[in-house]
């Protein structure tokens, strides 16, 4: 059972506009997420990360949202430009049990259309 | 100085045969994680290190796989009589596991070792 949910494999925008990558998860204990960007044949990279103390952080052109009651969390992306293309991992843990392995949704590829 | 680094990038083996997969973390990272990526899927955790020590196994897919860690640095990832769907590109992290503050759990990865197993 999936513990952390990315429900759209794949999401395609246009340039300047705004991307909107959803996650959700089921377990209540996680107090911490993440997001990371791939790129084909490299690692993950880090991109943001929340804490369950905090609805909203922001980096630049990233944001992300998080509704604690809903166990939901999306990365707002704007404006979209085509190196943005890359599958993003939501990931979470229990932020302060340091021995917990982090949870990975299984991915949404974003493609930017120029 | 460098990021995590993995070797070999690729492997190709045959069915039946051991492989031996290395992570190298950053230098000074104490906490280190093994993941694999399956065609299509997403990253599915196997195994993580505090030190040397690995508190969780249960990740790990079968008996066939296991992983060491010594000095508290470099890390092996050890799977036997490999199988087709062991298959996947492997994935090693590292990260800063101290007390408190925001950003020093984040996990940095390396580029993974690509298996295939005929």
């Known amino acids: 059972d999936q513990q952390v949910k990315q429900n759209s494999p794949s999401l395609s925008v246009q340039e300047g506009r705004i991307s909107i990558l959803n996650c959700d998860y089921t377990?209540?204990?996680?107090?911490?997420f993440l997001w990371y960007k791939k790129y084909p044949a490299e690692g993950p990279t880090f991109l943001i990360s929340?804490?369950?103390?905090?609805d909203k952080n922001e980096d630049g052109r990233f944001t992300v949202f998080l509704n604690k009651s809903a166990k939901h969390l999306s990365l707002h992306i704007v404006p979209s430009q085509p190196g943005d293309s890359a599958v993003y991992f939501c990931?979470?843990?229990?932020?302060?049990?340091?021995?917990?392995?982090?949870?990975f949704g299984p991915g949404t590829r974003l493609s930017v259309l120029p | 100085g460098a990021g995590v680094s993995q070797s070999p990038s690729n492997k190709v083996t045959e069915k039946g045969k051991d492989v031996e997969l290395r992570c190298d973390p950053i230098?000074?990272?104490?906490?280190l994680y093994w993941y694999r990526q399956s065609l299509g899927q997403g990253l599915e955790f196997l195994i993580y290190?505090?030190?040397?020590?690995?508190?969780?196994k249960s990740g790990l897919p079968s008996d066939r796989f296991s992983a060491e860690r010594t000095g508290g640095s470099v890390s092996t990832l050890t799977i036997q009589r490999t199988q087709q769907e062991d298959s996947a590109v492997y994935l090693c992290?590292?990260?800063?596991?101290?007390?408190?503050?925001?950003?020093?759990?984040?996990?940095?990865f390396g580029p993974g070792t690509r298996l295939t197993v005929l």
């Open positions: 992290a590292s990260s800063l596991v101290v007390a408190g503050g925001p950003g020093t759990d984040t996990q940095y």
């Open positions: 230098s000074g990272h104490t906490a």
């Open positions: 990931a979470a843990s229990e932020k302060y049990n340091y021995g917990q392995n982090f949870v």
């Open positions: 377990n209540s204990m996680f107090d911490y």
């Open positions: 929340i804490s369950s103390i905090k």
């Open positions: 290190f505090q030190g040397n020590s690995a508190p969780d």
